[in-house]
């Protein structure tokens, strides 16, 4: 078999942690140092499709939606997102590690169809939090793909966004009937029962990592603001 092959590495601004970047043939997989297992890969991404498709269908029939996304990955929630949505939303990406970013410029932007490239797209470099803290009632959907899910595991400070603080500000920072989508890579019913005690409408879906139903089963959650 065809061995890895590491392209680059980039810190995690905050706390050091260090992602990796490889490649083995047309395949792409970004890593953390000194971790085992993949963080995220080009092979599989049926539930980073299936994030965006379901929190899109929602809010696509409105006439101008905005979306903020937490996280740009290897881009594949950004591209469902984008092929859900007409000609007038408006979709932010806010990425915190702006090697990531750049990665997705030039060598992964081929695997997720350069959703980068679509004019309906602006990249803010830094803290998706900030952008929930900016200001009220200014989003139709927020997709958070940010860490391994309620738990962050690539950086301390995503707890906040999973915490009642972090979730009462996705809430206030989104329109009504407006709806929160959360990746995970496994359930927490603790994390379902927080979304519900905060006034969120909860829609708990597993689904697989990848489109052909193989893979490992992932976990989402869908969660309504409500009129």
């Known amino acids: 078999m ?23 043939g047309d395949e792409h997989s970004i890593t953390i140092a000194g971790s085992s297992g993949e963080l995220m890969g080009s092979r599989m991404h049926g539930s980073e499709d299936a994030l965006a498709q379901l929190a899109c269908a929602r809010i696509a029939q409105r006439p101008a939606p905005r979306v903020l996304i937490g996280g740009l990955g290897l881009g594949f929630t950004l591209a469902a997102a984008l092929r859900h949505l007409g000609a007038n939303a408006e ?22 169809g350069h959703p980068l490239r679509d004019a309906r797209v602006a990249v803010r470099e830094g803290d998706v939090a900030l952008l929930l803290k900016a200001a009220a009632q200014a989003w139709d959907a927020i997709l958070l793909d940010v860490d391994n899910g309620p738990e962050g595991l690539t950086r301390h400070d995503n707890n906040w966004l999973y ?44 689904v ?3 489109a052909t139903r193989k893979g490992a089963l992932h976990t989402l959650w869908l969660a309504g603001r409500g009129p």
Request: net charge positive; hydrophobic share 45%; aromatic share 8%.
């Open 208 to 210: 697989r990592a990848h």
């Open 163 to 206: 915490s009642p603080a972090g979730l009462k500000a996705a809430f206030q920072a989104l329109r009504p009937d407006g709806v929160l989508a959360v990746w995970s890579a496994g359930p927490d019913a603790a994390f379902g029962e927080r979304l519900r005690q905060l006034g969120f409408e909860v829609d708990e879906r597993r």
């Open 2 to 24: 065809t061995p890895w092959r590491l392209l680059d590495s980039a810190q995690i601004p905050g706390d050091g942690t260090e992602l990796r970047l490889y490649a083995r």
């Open 91 to 112: 979709v932010v990406v806010a990425e915190l590690v702006p090697a990531v970013v750049q990665w997705n410029r030039t060598v992964l932007g081929h695997h997720a």
